[in-house]
């Protein structure tokens, strides 16, 4: 890449990413985070050192690459015309930090920083179904694993005959709702089926929701009174107890009819404080929703799970998982089932912010 061109990039990346704000809001919680009455609220000590140290990266990282470029470019200038491709090992590395530089203007919106809220549902397919649905629960594990992210589950529920009917589960980490919010719609499963004794291809669908964890940081009121609570024995494989007691809980927020389910562990209270965080969720996406009328932003559009409505194909006897929104197709679908998923995600971050159209091809047959 031309130097020049690449000085260029990283200063229009400077409004991207909006700098001098960034600057301006680290010198207001740096006095903060020196303050020792902050650190008697571990929560927002939790909340504001997280932000601070979020920014400072940004901040740090785009000085850095301008200092690195604005000595690349004076030594380009002193080196003779035949000697300057000795530069290019160089070039190439702030290269790719400035894509990264870019990646991060992708991540500007809305609650990107927060956890992320997954929910897997089978669609059409039957038992193929139920197991597409445990696939992308195990490739989504795995892409949380590679990113040194924490998986919790809140509540999964087997299929009648294999897979999952249900599934829920929390990816904690930096970013991982901005992350895995492209993610968001109904995936297409194309493969011989393991289940036809004739070794049919069969076609089946699964649907995922992702929505940001909110914290205390932000304002949802739940009323004691407008909640129903129930305790029941939890079904399903367990393990260690799990389906010896009645620890699993149910939560039924009244107004709105939302109920969420929790029996993964042992302890009644630890359920409970999961269902309701996931509740809090839903009832602030639901706030979001009527307020703002920006449902797609937060948990991609919402669409039969059946043909005609998929965002990604993964059709495994041709060997190829292609996304439908950005026309990005790999070759690879072994190594996208098991997590490595970073390609479609940024391509879809840039289908979310306009910057990449949706391509006008049809898949192969």
């Known amino acids: 890449m031309d130097l020049k061109l690449l000085s260029e990039r990283l200063e229009n990346l400077r409004g991207y990413l909006d700098i001098p704000g960034k600057e301006a809001r680290l ?3 740096e006095p903060r985070l020196e303050d020792p009455s902050l650190w008697q609220n571990p929560e927002e ?33 002193e080196l003779p015309p035949e000697e300057r491709e000795a530069l290019a090992p160089e070039l190439e590395e702030v290269g790719r930090k400035v894509e990264e530089l870019y990646h991060e203007t992708l991540l500007a919106f809305p609650h990107a920083e ?6 897997i549902q089978p669609g059409a397919g039957g038992t193929e179904a139920c197991d597409w649905a445990e696939m992308l629960l195990r490739m989504y594990t795995r892409f949380a694993e590679r990113k040194g992210f ?70 949802v009121v ?17 393990g260690q107890g799990v389906n010896t007691t009645d620890s699993a809980v149910r939560i039924v927020h009244l107004p709105t009819g939302i109920t969420v389910t929790c029996q ?15 509740l809090r969720s839903r009832l602030f996406e639901l706030e979001w929703r009527k307020k703002q009328e920006e449902l797609r932003k937060l948990r991609g559009e919402v669409r039969p799970i059946e043909w005609g409505s998929q965002i990604r194909s993964y059709v495994l006897d041709k060997q190829y998982v292609k996304d439908h929104r ?40």
């Open 326 to 365: 950005t026309g990005l197709m790999r070759h690879d679908p072994q190594n996208v089932l098991d997590g490595d998923l970073e390609p479609f995600i940024w391509a879809g971050l840039e289908w979310k912010a306009g910057l990449r159209q949706a391509p006008l091809e049809e898949e192969p047959t």
């Open 27 to 29: 010198k207001e919680l």
């Open 150 to 219: 924490q998986v919790e589950v809140v509540d999964i529920t087997p299929g009648a005959e294999a897979g999952i009917d249900y599934a829920q589960i929390i990816v904690r980490g930096e970013n991982a709702y901005g992350l895995l919010a492209p993610e968001a719609g109904v995936h297409r499963l194309v493969r011989p089926s393991p289940f036809d004794a004739s070794g049919r291809r069969h076609t089946s669908f699964a649907g995922v929701e992702v929505m940001p964890e909110v914290d205390s940081s932000v304002e």
């Open 114 to 119: 927060k956890n992320a809220i997954l929910t």
């Open 264 to 278: 993964t562990t042992r302890s009644q209270i630890k359920n409970k404080e999961l269902a309701l965080k996931v």
């Open 222 to 238: 739940i009323r004691p009174e407008d909640l129903r609570i129930d305790v029941f024995r939890s079904q399903g494989h367990g």
């Open 45 to 77: 000590a939790r909340r504001v050192s997280q932000e601070a140290a979020r920014l400072r990266r940004v901040v740090e990282t785009y000085r850095g690459l301008k200092d690195d470029l604005q000595g690349l470019l004076e030594l380009y200038e």
